[in-house]
């Protein structure tokens, strides 16, 4: 059983438009969501987190998005930059200290 | 600090070889995670530690594979003997209590032949 789930393996958008990666997740005891992005060859590094008591969380060119009914959140990039074309993993964890990743979405920003 | 420092980057072995991967978490954290990535499997979680002690070693998918922490600065995950469909990439990473941050080490590329 898989609890946290990113439907769209890869999402291409244009240079300075907004990009939108979605993850599901199944189990309501969750704390806290994040999203790490990870470039080839390197490990996954933090990107944005949001706590479930919030529904909105924004760090300059990136909010993160919950929807606790629909056991729903989303990552929006605007503008997107060629920079940003990664392999992003949404992730769920609870106080225990323990994560589940998604599998990946790989975002492509064309120039 | 120098991160979650993971050796080696590279490792090339035969089936039946014992591997071991070792891992230097961040000067004071206290978790340590070890996580395995594969096309078919994603980045799948093996086992973690709090405080050199192992919490939840459900994801070691069997016998053949070990982990040890022996202080807070080193812990190895251990292969022996290995298997063609052992071969992915290993990551590390550590963390502090009351945070949920996890900072992971670059991964070391193992391939069984």
């Known amino acids: 059983d898989q609890q946290v789930k990113q439907n769209s393996p890869s999402l291409s958008v244009q240079e300075g438009r907004i990009s939108i990666l979605n993850c599901d997740y199944t189990n309501s005891m969750f704390d806290y969501f994040l999203w790490y992005k990870k470039y080839p060859a390197e490990g996954p590094t933090f990107l944005i987190s949001i706590s479930s008591i919030k529904d909105k969380n924004e760090d300059g060119r990136f909010t993160v998005f919950l929807n606790k009914s629909a056991k729903h959140l989303s990552l929006h990039i605007v503008p997107s930059q060629p920079g940003d074309s990664a392999v992003y993993f949404c992730?769920?964890?609870?106080?225990?200290?323990?994560?589940?990743f998604g599998d990946g979405t790989t975002l492509t920003v064309k120039p | 600090d120098a991160g979650v420092i993971q050796s080696p980057r590279h490792e090339v072995t035969e089936m039946g070889q014992e591997v071991t991967l070792r891992c230097k978490p961040i000067?004071?954290?206290?978790?340590l995670f070890w996580y395995r990535q594969t096309m078919m499997r994603g980045l799948e979680l093996l086992i973690y530690f709090n405080n050199n002690v192992p919490i939840d070693d459900s994801g070691m998918p069997e016998d053949r594979f070990s982990a040890k922490m022996p202080n807070a600065s080193f812990s190895t995950l251990k292969i022996q003997p290995s298997e063609p469909r052992d071969s992915a990439v290993y990551f590390c990473?550590?963390?502090?209590?009351?945070?949920?941050?996890?900072?992971f080490g670059p991964g070391t590329r193992l391939l069984v032949l």
């Open positions: 992730a769920a964890c609870t106080n225990a200290g323990k994560s589940t």
């Open positions: 990473a550590s963390s502090l209590w009351g945070t949920e941050t996890q900072y």
């Open positions: 000067s004071g954290h206290d978790y």
